[in-house]
């Protein structure tokens, strides 16, 4: 790991001359040997696609120099573009679409929710933010007291950052999920918990945990009922959350978990989602997940004994695994595999004498896989 950027503690970006692009004409002259270039003087000029692509104003994906505002971007705004937030104070920053990038700086006592990003997210320089972030990558420089809901695809980068606190990611609005596609994120992998601190200090802990029982609105509230995202209806509640609530890092209840891994089909999302609805209600703890693609000899590698019968069944694209904790969990997942699930391909652990290793197969290949 390294630096990926280097700057100075504060952006104060100087302005720019203001480049009006000038239009050269170029003059004929028509003599007795000139050729003509076409069947009508007057014909129009050919138009590319380029010519018409619509005039992009940098303003419109630049939140600078804010403060005591509640302030961000509608779905749809962005589609897909970067975006850069600097220089905001006391500020309630609401981003629900999806974009390229994101990089915050030099920002004080903000709260923020980020749509899911393709890339990176970056923060640096800044102190006292509590955000609502998805993305592939999460690195922070420079940065102190952060409370960050997070899902990222990789494991999150700190850098000379202390007082840094991590839940999972707990969101709604309606159009999340289309932006996660979007982003090419899936809902599936999310390493929040897997902190990577790029600058330790002996002795010292400049990250941890939020409480299990954390609300994001304790931190994050929902955008003011005035404001022009009161249309947004978004929703903290984890059971609606777009991304599943997982455990994480933390440490499990119980010695016995349960591998649950559902194969490509028609509804392996949903069925996953039904899965997680089961077994909580049930009592049980989702602790990770992952989805991830297998090639035949990774089958044999992670199912052993089970692998001649489900290598036909990872040609239609990735796995979706799930590990579920508590007593007695191994028994109930395959009771509701035979009466939820008996036509669906699904792997699920056979005893709880085998189920650690189910797991540490799997989520090990996993991580191997993903480059965790």
Avoid at 22 to 41: C, D, Q, R, Y
Avoid at 200 to 209: A, D
Avoid at 268 to 276: E, G, Q, S, V
């Amino acid at each position: 790991m390294g630096c990926f950027f280097s700057k100075k503690s504060k952006r104060k970006s100087s302005e720019k001359e203001d480049r009006t692009p000038t239009a050269t004409t170029a003059e004929t002259t028509t003599t007795s040997n000139a050729v003509p270039l076409g069947n009508s003087s007057d014909e129009a000029p050919k138009q590319y696609s380029w010519d018409k692509r619509e005039k992009v104003d940098p303003k419109d994906y630049m939140l600078t120099g804010l403060k005591d505002v509640t302030v961000g971007r509608l779905p749809g705004k962005l589609d897909g573009q970067q975006f850069v937030i600097q220089e905001c104070e006391n500020c309630n920053i609401y981003v629900f679409d999806h974009s390229a990038t994101i990089t915050i700086d030099d920002c004080v006592n903000c709260r923020i929710v980020l749509g899911p990003v393709k890339g990176s997210v970056f923060f640096r320089d800044c102190k006292d933010i509590k955000c609502v972030v998805a993305c592939q990558q999460f690195r922070t420089r420079d940065c102190k007291k952060m409370e960050v809901f997070l899902c990222c695809a990789t494991q999150p980068i700190i850098e000379s950052s202390t007082g840094m606190k991590f839940s999972c990611f707990q969101y709604f609005y309606p159009e999340l999920a289309f932006h996660f596609k979007d982003a090419g994120l899936s809902i599936f992998n999310n390493n929040w918990s897997n902190i990577h601190d790029f600058t330790p200090v002996s002795g010292e802990n400049n990250w941890s945990l939020l409480p299990e029982a954390t609300s994001v609105l304790d931190y994050v509230p929902a955008p003011d009922p005035e404001s022009e995202f009161k249309s947004v209806r978004i929703s903290t509640d984890p059971s609606r959350s777009i991304v599943p609530l997982t455990k994480g890092g933390r440490r499990k209840d119980s010695e016995e978990s349960c591998l649950f891994v559902f194969f490509a089909g028609e509804y392996t999302t949903a069925n996953a989602r039904k899965l997680i609805d089961e077994v909580t209600a049930k009592g049980f703890v989702l602790i990770q997940t992952k989805e991830v693609s297998m090639r035949p000899e990774d089958v044999k590698r992670v199912f052993h004994n089970s692998a001649d019968d489900l290598v036909d069944w990872i040609t239609k694209g990735p796995v979706i695994a799930l590990e579920l904790n508590g007593d007695g969990v191994v028994e109930a997942c395959k009771n509701i595999a035979n009466e939820v699930f008996s036509g669906t391909k699904a792997f699920v652990s056979d005893d709880k004498d085998s189920s650690s290793r189910d797991v540490d197969n799997f989520f090990n290949f996993a991580d191997m896989q993903m480059g965790l």
